[in-house]
């Protein structure tokens, strides 16, 4: 069953998309990190 959602999901989901879902956790952890300071030097 998971083996055939994940092949239904390659097609349907290219790089561009892993791409994407891959910067938008990197910008989430930026934002959290660019937060952490500014409460600690305050």
């Known amino acids: 069953m998971v083996n055939t959602i994940l092949k239904e999901a390659d097609l349907f989901c290219p790089n561009s998309v892993r791409i994407n879902f891959t910067i938008?956790?990197?910008t989430?952890?930026?934002l959290k990190i660019s937060k952490l300071p500014k409460?600690?030097?305050?």
């Open 24 to 26: 938008y956790r990197t």
């Open 39 to 42: 409460r600690s030097t305050s």
């Open 28 to 30: 989430m952890i930026t």
